[in-house]
């Protein structure tokens, strides 16, 4: 009883502990916008997502940056004055390494639907009187040789309504429950406890 007691009190005092769950609602009016970023082991890494944005948003992306120079550094660079387009900004891909995510039901793979909007059902997305919309569940995995960092960004090049999406992203390292949510640059961290008297 006290064993379990005590590590009860343990799990419930960590007050440093970071892990890669993103929820919201994106809404800008450029027709580029960074997510989120994870470093992932070179174990099997997993991205998860559930998304829905009105019809009149489509075609939205996800964007898979790595964290080679042709990849993030050249599409995101600290200095503003470098600022390069959203199509500059896609065409660093290859399509061949399924960095696109095609947020439709065009790309079976997204696992996208388009679904009617019921009345009173989605305020956020009737707002743009939209009657359907793109409700999206699926995931990537991701492998490699080191420990390297993905970022993900969305886009709709061109739009002139910019972007709009309602997300939970989850990104996770393996199945180890120990390490699962912490980004590989968070292992070996100090974690702090509080003490409980």
């Not at 993030?72 to 399509?95: F, G, H, I, Q, R």
């Not at 390292?173 to 409980?196: C, L, T, V």
Request: aromatic share 16%.
């Amino acid at each position: 009883m006290n064993l379990i007691l005590g590590l009860s009190i343990v799990f419930l005092s960590i007050t440093c502990v970071s892990s890669l769950y993103r929820e919201g609602i994106l809404r800008t009016t450029e027709d580029w916008d960074f997510l989120a970023r994870f470093c992932f082991v070179s174990e099997l890494g997993r991205l998860r997502y559930e998304v829905e944005y009105p019809k009149s948003f489509a075609v939205q992306n996800f964007l898979l940056y790595y964290d080679e120079p042709g990849q993030w550094p050249a599409v995101y660079p600290p200095d503003e004055a470098v600022k390069k387009t959203c199509l500059e900004k896609e065409s660093v891909m290859n399509p061949a390494n399924h960095q696109i995510v095609n947020l439709t039901n065009d790309y079976i793979w997204s696992g996208c639907v388009l679904t009617s909007v019921e009345e009173g059902e989605d305020n956020h997305i009737s707002v743009f009187g939209d009657d359907t919309k793109f409700v999206c569940k699926g995931g990537r995995s991701f492998r490699s040789v080191r420990e390297r960092w993905w970022y993900v960004a969305l886009s709709n090049c061109g739009s002139k309504s910019g972007l709009y999406m309602k997300y939970k992203l989850t990104l996770t390292n393996g199945d180890n429950w120990w390490k699962k949510h912490f980004s590989a640059d968070q292992f070996g961290k100090k974690i702090y406890w509080k003490k409980k008297i």
